[in-house]
């Protein structure tokens, strides 16, 4: 067991709409990265907070956003939603660099 | 910015038989190489890695070699299993593991099919 939690495991909205999905890092990970992996394909970097700022960025639009709370925790954002946005999103917690998965947040965008 | 291919996308092997997967990037400045392991519905979990300081590094029944100048590396799994049967994703990395805004950037993946 990783001790990655994040929520929810799944869910389902609708084009236009905002989600917000939430992590829970391993005890003690100051590093929080977000991945989107679309069916079929591997996983893509969407960005890094470490202690609480955003400390490095992969090719998505501004309207992916996220924070890092003092305890580590995070959030990942994603506004006016887009069909394309449907996939699993991972996060990942590290204190040394190897990244520590947890099981995602499956979203569904119809 | 790094780029990663993976071949081949799907792989089916006889079970004792070996898996071998292969992984081509484009950044000479990556220096550390993960593989992981994802059943389906489940968390990608990291299987082995290695550095660009070494050249071959082996976990039981999996190995992962590097070539630098080639910039290619590979994972070989022998005497598979059913239980081997998941999607293996290569990924690079450059900077370190503890550098800041670091990033992974992995290949697409190859569905390994183990059969009884």
């Known amino acids: 067991e990783t001790g990655v939690t994040q929520s929810p495991t799944h869910l389902i909205k609708t084009r236009g709409q905002q989600v917000t999905l939430r992590c829970s890092s391993q005890?003690?990970?100051?590093?929080v990265s977000w991945y989107q992996q679309a069916l079929g394909q591997g996983p893509q970097f969407i960005f890094q907070y470490y202690r609480e700022e955003e400390n490095g960025r992969g090719n998505f639009p501004p309207r992916f956003s996220g924070l890092q709370f003092p305890n580590y925790s995070s959030e990942l954002n994603v506004n006016a939603l887009e069909l394309d946005d449907s996939a699993l999103y991972l996060c990942?917690?590290?204190?040394?660099?190897?990244?520590?998965f947890g099981e995602g947040s499956r979203l569904t965008v119809l | 910015g790094e780029n990663v291919e993976q071949h081949p996308s799907t792989l089916s092997v006889q079970e004792g038989d070996s898996a071998v997967i292969k992984c081509t990037y484009s950044?000479?400045?990556?220096?550390?190489f993960p593989w992981y392991k994802q059943e389906l519905g489940k968390r990608p979990q990291l299987i082995i890695d290695i550095r660009s300081n070494v050249g071959e590094k082996k976990d039981q029944r999996i190995a992962v070699t590097l070539n630098k100048t080639a910039k290619h590396f590979s994972l070989h799994i022998t005497e598979t299993q059913p239980e081997d049967s998941a999607v293996y994703f290569c990924?690079?990395?450059?900077?370190?593991?503890?550098?800041?805004?670091?990033?992974?950037?992995f290949g697409g993946g190859t569905r390994v099919l183990v059969k009884p």
């Open positions: 990942a917690s590290s204190l040394t660099g190897e990244l520590f």
């Open positions: 005890s003690g990970h100051n590093t």
């Open positions: 990924a690079a990395l450059k900077g370190g593991l503890s550098a800041a805004g670091n990033k992974l950037t």
């Open positions: 950044d000479s400045a990556s220096n550390y």
